[in-house]
């Protein structure tokens, strides 16, 4: 069992910047592919980025290439979402998942975070 805990989230005005983080509690991080996904209220779960268990590749929803950016530090079990440009449509709650491989489905990943929400007034 692994579990996600994900921190970073908070109220941003657009065009600001937040960094989340997803601690995980195993020591066999490395053998993890993860992934970023996000809801807001009344839609459905969509995928934001994930990234390979060495980090050596990533994938990016098409409304959040070039502002945001996945990465990772195995030694720290840790996962990061580095969010620049952001929009009010970035408005969500905020989860990171766990898999083997990497995927951009939701029903693909095994384990997954309580969220952080993150917020983006105009």
């Known amino acids: 069992q692994v579990q996600l805990v994900e921190s970073g989230g908070g109220l941003v005005q657009a065009g600001g910047s937040l960094r989340l983080s997803c601690v995980a509690s195993?020591?066999?991080?490395?053998?993890?592919?993860m992934g970023w996904f996000r809801q807001a209220p009344g839609k459905e779960r969509e995928f934001v980025a994930a990234?390979?268990?060495?980090?050596?590749?990533?994938y990016y929803a098409d409304s959040v290439k070039d502002r945001f950016t996945i990465s990772r530090e195995n030694a720290k079990s840790t996962v990061y979402l580095q969010m620049n440009s952001l929009k009010p449509e970035d408005t969500a709650g905020y989860y990171c998942?766990?898999?083997?491989?990497?995927?951009?489905?939701?029903?693909?990943?095994?384990?997954w975070g309580q969220g952080t929400q993150v917020t983006v007034s105009s």
């Open positions: 998942a766990a898999r083997t491989v990497a995927s951009k489905f939701s029903y693909d990943y095994d384990y």
């Open positions: 990234i390979s268990r060495g980090g050596g590749t990533t």
């Open positions: 195993t020591r066999a991080f490395s053998s993890y592919a």
